[in-house]
């Protein structure tokens, strides 16, 4: 079985800050994807980055990076340049096949 | 640009109760899926499809059927709603692993 695991259920920024929301997972698989996506008050998922766990160097995605630590199975997502549209409930995610497997969430404040 | 569709958006129920939920996507994606948001929670797969005329059992099934009779669409039934599926539910398609996610369906179970 999978298990993804947020355990900063709120985190606080501000604005033009740095912010890193952690997450860690426990897979069997050998191969396998790790995925953040942000769902704003509108309740859309929209996909913020993606991870291909074979491969070493760390997925970017403009202000958007992750520290991938396959070792330690902890995939955090780092934030720069904070900005008030980064508000939102960021979830964490691991492939099982072609389904996922998500955490329960950080929600992430961005503060004037 | 459509993308993933879900019909309604919001709707209450009685106990005992049915109903079904649409998902309709444009993107010609063989996989589809269909999962459940509670509070506190992250989405939880119910059910899933990797073809039309194919569906499988996720982490939540019980209470629920599904069918995927074209390969645009995928239904989500409650033959007789209880309130502990009082959720928000997803549905997704993909061709690969990058789920694209429709806006939800707000379901309450009174």
């Known amino acids: 079985a999978q298990t993804v695991t947020q355990s900063q259920p709120e985190m606080s920024v501000q604005e033009a800050e740095t912010v890193t929301l952690s997450c860690t997972y426990d897979t069997s698989e050998s191969d396998y994807y790790l995925f953040w996506y942000k769902q704003p008050p509108s309740r859309q998922m929209i996909l913020v980055i993606r991870?291909?766990?074979?491969?070493?160097q760390n997925a970017t995605e403009n202000r958007f990076s992750v520290n991938f630590q396959k070792a330690a199975k902890s995939f955090s997502l780092k934030i720069s340049d904070s900005q008030l549209g980064d508000a939102a409930m960021y979830f964490c995610?691991?492939?099982?096949?072609?389904?996922?497997?998500f955490g329960k969430g950080t929600s992430l404040l961005v503060t004037p | 640009n459509a993308g993933v569709t879900q019909t309604p958006k919001f709707r209450v129920l009685k106990t005992g109760q049915s109903m079904t939920l649409l998902c309709a996507q444009d993107m010609n994606h063989e996989y589809m899926y269909w999962y459940r948001q509670d509070p506190g929670m992250g989405l939880r797969l119910i059910h899933y499809s990797v073809g039309e005329g194919t569906t499988a059992k996720g982490e939540v099934p019980d209470g629920y059927n599904v069918s995927r009779l074209k390969k645009q669409n995928f239904l989500l039934g409650l033959e007789s709603a209880a309130p502990s599926q009082t959720s928000v539910y997803f549905c997704a398609s993909s061709y690969g692993l990058n789920q694209h996610f429709g806006d939800g369906t707000r379901l309450s179970i009174l």
């Open positions: 995610a691991v492939n099982s096949g072609y389904a996922l497997n």
């Open positions: 991870q291909e766990a074979y491969k070493q």
